[in-house]
């Protein structure tokens, strides 16, 4: 592995700093923002000043006048863009479209794409992914789903119910798992004002950085037809893994640049307040935190560059972006835990960016597989002898 950035990516780094720095961070306080997340009207907003800036959809490929970033370039922007909260809305690259959007342009016929997906990419729409189930459906084990998908004629009829979907208030199309008659399960797109999908209620969260919040959604006897199916009958568990991998590893540099903020307003902190006649990050107590949010940072970052090499050499990256999810989600936990600490009381109050950070992070070792789950998938493929 080489960890030079060449020119033109340092040259885009910067550039996304500054951005994020002078067009995104004086809105972090903007009031078009509550409980279930940034309302349209302030996405629409930062949108537009990312498309001004030549950074929106930076992953998207150059056949809609995009970067095409590869997942290295990915690691340097989407880090520097999670600076902010606000910053991935602002370049479209936040869950669930940035995911999304790597799936359709992998899966999608051509129709899909000019209905769907271009204008997912230039920001002028949102979407869905509908697969978490409440009860005895689809969670950590996706084959436990229980919505089903029967052939009805030219097409087929879904019936379910889906929770926990990231952006389902405002996105205009939805992509659903079912499960098949046959025990396969297949991926369908659907416009979410079709007749057949309700919007039962949003759920309450610690997080309110996702535009739509996380909703309920029921299907009852939605009718899809066969042009509307997201690539093969049968295969959507494979086209699952498709957008898990890469999208496992985005959500670690997002999350990653969020933790930077908040050491670097922890840092600032300890810099000059004075406690016991010197400043405190003289003691030792909070300097060796200051120190180990570093070497975590750091940690993190070599994780999320290597996977993306793994990535970007066409490994399937399976194994390593378990293991980074894991590493990653607890490491930037363990820094903006620090960084509550550190900043005292001011940490648990609204007066830095320290705690809502803190709120928005914990889902992080929850979502896209809990710790647990790939623990135990990491372990299954020590076993079998697969890691190598």
């Keep these: 592995m080489d960890f030079t950035l060449s020119a033109e990516l340092l040259d885009l780094q910067q550039r996304t700093r500054q951005f994020i720095a002078d067009e995104v961070i004086p809105l972090e306080n903007d009031p078009r923002q509550h409980a279930h997340g940034p309302e349209e009207s302030l996405r ?22 995009c970067l095409a970033l590869d997942h290295r370039a990915k690691a340097i922007v989407f880090e ?38 271009r204008p997912m990419v230039e920001g002028r729409i949102r979407s869905c992914f509908a697969m ?47 499960k098949m008659e046959d025990g396969s399960a297949t991926m369908f797109l659907s416009d979410m004002d079709q007749p057949g999908i309700r919007l039962e209620r949003l759920m309450d969260s610690l997080d309110s950085c996702f535009v739509g919040g996380h909703g309920v959604l029921h299907f009852e006897n939605l009718y899809v037809p066969a042009t509307d199916v997201l690539g093969e009958i049968g295969r959507g568990f494979r086209y699952a893994q498709v957008r898990l991998a890469p999208a496992r590893l985005t959500h670690c540099m997002r999350w990653l640049g969020q933790a930077r903020r908040a050491h670097d307003v922890a840092v600032a902190y300890a810099r000059k307040r004075q406690a016991f006649g010197k400043p405190l990050a003289e003691h030792e107590g909070v300097g060796f935190q200051l ?40 490491a930037v936990w363990r820094v903006v835990d620090r960084c509550v600490q550190v900043l005292g009381g001011q940490g648990v109050t609204g007066e830095t960016i320290v705690m809502r950070i803190f709120k928005d992070i914990r889902a992080f070792r929850i979502y896209d597989g809990p710790s647990e789950v790939h623990r135990w998938s990491i372990a299954r493929k020590l076993v079998s002898g697969g890691t190598h």
């Design 132 to 178: 978490t189930e409440p009860g005895e459906g689809a969670g950590s084990d996706p084959t436990m789903m229980q919505t089903r998908a029967v052939k009805d004629g030219d097409g087929y009829r879904i019936s379910g119910t889906k929770w926990l979907i990231t952006g389902a208030e405002g996105a205009s199309f939805a992509i659903i798992m079912a």
């Design 44 to 65: 629409d907003e930062l949108v537009a000043r990312a498309r001004k800036a030549g950074l929106l959809t930076p992953h998207a490929s150059a056949h809609y006048g």
């Design 291 to 330: 120190a180990d949010n570093e070497m975590d940072l750091h940690s993190a970052r070599l994780n999320i560059w290597h996977t993306a090499w793994v990535l970007d050499q066409g490994g399937k990256g399976n194994l390593e972006s378990s293991m980074t999810k894991v590493i990653v989600s607890e």
């Design 80 to 117: 520097e863009a999670g600076y902010s909260p606000l910053g991935p809305i602002a370049l479209n690259i936040h869950a669930p479209d940035e995911g999304n959007i790597h799936l359709m342009e992998e899966v999608c016929t051509d129709a899909q794409k000019e209905r769907w997906l």
